[in-house]
């Protein structure tokens, strides 16, 4: 929906799409906005939004994430909300950019309301645009993976379960150990891969512990991870973002999973 779209009394929201989303999974972000357009508002996709600064964030880059993060208030200026399929990035915006700002006091009140309105996706379906239920249908036993940012920084843990306990035909089964890290942390997986591929592996036995044969989150970082080390080890679980199942959108190849035969030539 442009943002030309006319008068939505309040409810327009400008949806961040994230990076991984956007270079890896479209079809969650087409997921978000029939979510969101179900549930009565009015989504807007900035063209010019950017990444949310958090890889030049967590590396000590103040000054470029600072440059990212100006662009992307800039790009959401006038919306209602701002939302995000992942709780690593709405973190990101809502947590850490006043802090980045701190030092900036004339600046400072701007990105304090700009964080005011950033939600994760889950969290602000259920808690700000009280859905209690969806419209969706799921054949299959599912496990949820807490992310660690969405969790600690956004307190998202009850909100996902209570939406995915509405979608019909899912059974859900709780995950050990749901709340420990997968091993993405972002950069942490790039720096220290051995300790990353041995907190995947505890994640992985967990899941199939549940006896589970999809593993679901709200972040594609984490997703993108447990899903290849699920490919390695020749897993039977498959890895979907939560709000695929939730908008009934499963159409789409699991996570990881080839969408054409070894080998076979694209025509």
């Known amino acids: 929906m442009s943002d030309e779209s006319g008068d939505a ?3 327009r929201v400008g949806l961040f799409v994230t990076c991984l989303v956007d270079l890896f999974r479209p079809s969650i972000g087409f997921a978000a906005v029939k979510l969101l357009e ?5 989504v807007d996709v900035p063209a010019v939004q950017t990444c949310c ?3 030049a964030y967590n590396s000590g880059d103040k000054a470029d994430t600072k440059l990212i993060a100006r662009a992307v208030i800039k ?8 939302v995000a399929p992942s709780g690593s990035c709405a973190g990101m915006l809502r947590a850490h950019y006043p802090e980045l700002f701190a030092d900036e006091p004339n600046f400072l009140p701007d990105v304090t309301r700009f964080a005011g309105k950033v939600h994760e996706l889950v969290s602000f379906l259920t808690d700000i645009a ?4 969806v419209e ?4 299959g036993a599912a496990t949820y993976h ?7 920084e956004l307190g998202v843990k009850a909100q996902p379960r209570q939406l995915l306990r509405s979608v019909a035909g899912l059974s859900l089964k709780e995950l050990p150990g749901a709340d420990v890290c997968c ?7 790039i720096k220290y891969p051995d300790i990353s591929e041995r907190m995947a592996s505890d994640k992985i036995a967990d899941a199939a512990a549940t006896g589970a044969d999809t593993l679901l989150a709200g972040d594609l970082g984490c997703l993108m991870n447990m899903a290849g080390k699920l490919q390695r080890d020749g897993a039977n679980i498959q890895a979907r973002h939560v709000a695929e199942v939730l908008a009934g959108m499963t159409h789409e190849p699991a996570i990881g999973v080839p969408t054409r035969a070894p080998g076979e030539v694209k025509r």
């Open 136 to 139: 969706a249908r799921y054949d």
């Open 146 to 152: 807490d992310s660690c940012s969405g969790l600690r």
């Open 75 to 82: 790009a959401f200026a006038g919306f209602d909300y701002i």
């Open 53 to 55: 600064g958090q890889p």
């Open 9 to 11: 009394g309040g409810r």
């Open 130 to 133: 009280k859905v209690k239920r």
């Open 38 to 42: 179900d549930a009565g508002y009015a």
């Open 183 to 189: 091993g993405f942390g972002g950069t942490f997986c």
